[in-house]
């Protein structure tokens, strides 16, 4: 009696991986030189950004800081002026 093709891999759908079904998060990500980026209130204020208290990038946060930590003009100034910062999804 003939028995049926062992199903192989490609016959079967990919498995759901954490990575897969995970949620992405937006950050800024520092992507300049220095060892620590740190922009201050009074600097964020010089850039009509209010109540947009310090904030750092370092190796200890991968040099990256949620979207959502940051206020919109905090992000537009990032996004649109300088350039060593880069939106990405993590």
Same mark, same amino acid.
């Given at each position: 009696m003939a028995t049926a093709p062992e199903k192989v891999a $490609?016959? %079967?759908p990919p $498995?759901?991986?954490?990575?897969?079904t995970a949620r992405k998060t937006e950050v800024i990500k520092y992507v300049g030189t220095a060892n620590v /980026?740190?922009?201050?209130? %009074?600097? #964020?204020s010089k850039i009509d950004v209010e109540d947009q208290g310090v904030v /750092? #990038?370092?190796k200890d946060n991968k040099w990256? +800081?949620?979207v959502a930590d940051l %206020?919109?003009? $905090? +992000? %537009?100034?990032?996004?649109?002026v300088d350039s060593g910062f880069v939106r990405i999804e993590v």
């Open positions: $490609a016959d %079967k $498995a759901e991986t954490e990575t897969s /980026r740190e922009i201050m209130g %009074k600097d #964020w /750092r #990038w370092s990256t +800081v949620p %206020k919109p003009g $905090a +992000v %537009k100034y990032l996004d649109q």
